[in-house]
């Protein structure tokens, strides 16, 4: 059983309909910790519900002016101290944007979850951090803000979906749900419905800050009327009826949201969403599907004229896919038994000697169903392996095992207690008559090899190499191609009766971007600026990147654009194939949707010349395939657009740009060195190589 010691911000009551989004998130963690048999104890305002033990800090009776942050933030550490003094805390996790004014100086590990965007933050918030504070991102978008060299982790926010349902017959009425301030933009809503001659409802609360307070008796007060009505706070059934009976939520703010729980809710509710456009509600709301961004206050009440082309059906369905707290709440476990393991390592060798000792078990993976029912633990495991790629991650191995594996998928699955500490998918095939093992993704994808964490890589080889030495998947044999040359598998020693060889794998070119744009040789940046300035001559030059409006667009660009980059060459291109187009229609989808995605199309005025397409994960970026149209050979698009995808992993702070395998002269342009990677191979004669039985695999 774990302690969680869970720090809200000093200033706000933490309940289940908490207005402010921090504060939700800390009710739900709270209660999914006591509800997983742990122990939960939150400090928080007087004032507070919680499902766990709370230590109150006392409520300032005064307005929220600087005395009385002094005074709460004073009261919060003395909570904490003595927290920390009396209980076995394993973890202690913040979230109040002034955090870092109060986190207690200790050995127990803190995990700060940034709820505000990276630049409202104190700049020494990423910078003499001290080594057991660990920062964590609500959104992929919040993520690519934080400043470049800062490692940051992504757990992406969450709602009961289960607790909100659409109405039967919404009424006609636009309602804005949350905080009444400045940077909410409550006053333009007020505008854009009046503009579009439909009722607004406000629901929300004025926190007694001299200048919310001041907004609301200046802004929203005055213009308060029959089709303009402030209904204050709402909780509960009350709040789930008027989400659900809304034509549509409005999201007006003016600075960029991290996340948005009350547009999670609102699609949950089957209600559209009218917002501006930002980064992490592009990740939530699917534009022209379940709600509409928009770029310019004008454009409001222009999209509350559209609300009939969306569809309040989708809303739901997209919610109940991507909005449910279930994967949030399983991820932050995840997260701080991983935390307490490592700290525990390092206070006692002796424990951690003890528990590495708990044999791992095996589970196997036979079906595609095996693999969807591991998703979220299986996110986990590939964030924290040293050793992962976006090939090994399920938004890429899910869509390949659905197009390609059939009915030959095996592998198994490595655990100690409810931890996934390996994953290994493999597919049976033959080769000149040899039953062969290979790792799923063998064929389209690079960097293929076990997903294992750091400190049980070495358990979870020697398991996997006993049990092919032992037939428990069906061949003696398997290559894995493309591994690391610093994976401790290359190393492992075979089991008795088998023997393992390791050789040279493919060369992968890479260009190293820690210094930025000056890794691109001198030529070559010449070069670019001569290109870009002949294809502004050919028409006006942007860059697009997908959005959920665009992402099938630009799909069907790559296709196009790569078969004709190929059709000049005599051949058809590697996604000519039905079955091909039909897997990457699903991986880009996926990818997409976590925020792996690198996509750029170039446009010359409004005609996609060029197109490419790659991943981002871990600070490197991943060049998979390009496509260009053969009309604009002369102004060299394909040249342009990796140019871009350059500049845009730079900006998203990545430290490599990997070309993948293959020696192309054109990636030695761009200053690429070669890494090479090994190929490893276990030979073993079985005496009864068949599937695994109950005696093999539990």
């Not at 044999?359 to 924290?384: F, H, K, M, Q």
């Not at 942007?542 to 190929?566: G, K, N, Y």
Request: proline share 6%; charged share 20%; with cysteine.
């Amino acid at each position: 059983m774990l302690t969680i010691l869970t720090v809200s911000h000093p200033l706000s009551v933490v309940r289940p309909d908490s207005v402010g989004g921090a504060e939700q998130i800390v009710s739900t963690l709270d209660r999914a910790i006591v509800a997983a048999g742990h122990r939960s104890i939150v400090v928080a305002p007087e004032g507070s519900l919680c499902a766990g033990e709370l230590l109150p800090i006392a409520t300032h009776a005064g307005p929220l002016d600087t005395a009385a942050f002094y005074a709460c933030h004073d009261s919060c550490r003395r909570q904490i101290a003595c927290a920390l003094a009396h209980e076995a805390v394993d973890v202690v996790h913040m979230h109040g944007i002034d955090f870092i004014d109060y986190a207690p100086r200790t050995d127990v590990p803190i995990l700060a979850t940034l709820h505000m965007w990276p630049n409202a933050y104190p700049a020494r918030v990423f910078t003499n951090r001290r080594r057991q504070v660990h920062l964590q991102c609500v959104s992929h978008a919040q993520q690519r803000a934080c400043p470049r060299g800062v490692e940051v982790s992504v757990i992406p926010n969450g709602v009961d979906v289960d607790a909100f349902s659409p109405a039967s017959a919404p009424e006609d009425f636009v309602l804005v749900l949350g905080r009444i301030c400045p940077e909410k933009g409550v006053h333009l809503a007020i505008d854009a419905a009046r503009a579009a001659r439909m009722p607004l409802v406000i629901a929300g609360t004025v926190f007694p800050y001299p200048n919310h307070q001041h907004y609301f008796e200046q802004a929203i007060a005055p213009r308060l009327g029959d089709d303009v009505r402030f209904v204050g706070p709402l909780a509960g059934s009350a709040k789930r009826r008027m989400l659900a009976l809304a034509r549509c939520v409005m999201v007006p703010s003016l600075v960029r949201e991290t996340s948005s729980l009350s547009t999670m809710e609102a699609l949950a509710s089957g209600t559209p969403v009218i917002a501006f456009r930002g980064p992490a509600l592009e990740e939530i709301v699917e534009q022209g599907r379940t709600g509409w961004l928009v770029d310019a206050t004008d454009d409001l009440p222009v999209a509350l004229h559209r609300l009939s082309e969306l569809s309040r059906e989708a809303c739901r369905a997209s919610a109940v896919a991507r909005c449910s707290a279930a994967p949030m709440t399983q991820r932050y476990l995840s997260a701080y038994g991983r935390l307490a393991d490592r700290q525990h390592a390092r206070r006692s060798p002796v424990t951690a000697t003890s528990a590495a000792a708990t044999p791992i078990r095996a589970t196997p993976l036979a079906s595609v169903g095996d693999l969807e029912r591991l998703v979220e633990p299986w996110r986990e495991l590939a964030n924290c392996c040293p050793w992962s790629t976006p090939f090994q991650t399920p938004e890429w191995l899910l869509p390949w095992t659905r197009n390609f594996a059939g009915g030959v998928l095996t592998g198994a699955a490595f655990w100690r207690g409810t931890r996934l500490l390996g994953l290994v998918p493999l597919v049976a095939t033959r080769r000149n008559g040899e039953a062969l093992l290979q790792m799923a993704g063998t064929g389209i994808s690079d960097y293929l090899s076990p997903l294992a964490t750091q400190d049980s890589v070495s358990e979870v080889s020697a398991c996997l190499l006993s049990m092919i030495a032992d037939g428990a998947f069906g061949a003696g044999s398997v290559e894995i191609e493309q591994i690391f040359p610093d994976h401790p598998l290359l190393h492992a020693v075979a089991p008795m009766g088998a023997t393992a060889s390791v050789s040279s794998g493919e060369v992968c070119p890479v260009v190293d971007l820690s210094r930025g744009g000056a890794a691109i040789p001198e030529h070559m940046r010449a070069n670019l600026r001569y290109y870009w300035r002949r294809a502004g001559r050919r028409g006006r030059a942007r860059i697009d990147v997908p959005t959920s409006m665009s992402l099938c667009e630009l799909t069907d660009a790559l296709f196009t654009l790569h078969a004709a980059r190929w059709s000049n060459r005599g051949s058809a291109g590697m996604l000519a194939s039905a079955d091909l187009q039909s897997f990457h229609r699903d991986a880009i989808r996926a990818l997409h949707a976590q925020g792996m995605l690198a996509m750029h199309a170039l446009r010359l005025d409004d005609r996609i010349v060029a197109i490419w397409y790659g991943m981002a994960w871990k600070r490197r970026a991943y060049f998979y395939l390009a496509g260009f149209d053969p009309e604009y050979g002369d102004v060299s698009p394909g040249t342009l657009v990796i140019d871009a995808a350059i500049q845009r992993s730079v900006e998203r702070g990545a430290s490599t740009f990997d070309f993948l395998r293959g020696t192309d002269p054109y990636k030695y342009l761009w200053g690429a060195r070669d890494t090479q990677t090994a190929r490893w191979r276990l030979n073993a004669c079985a005496r009864d190589a068949q599937r695994p039985g109950a005696s093999q695999v539990a």
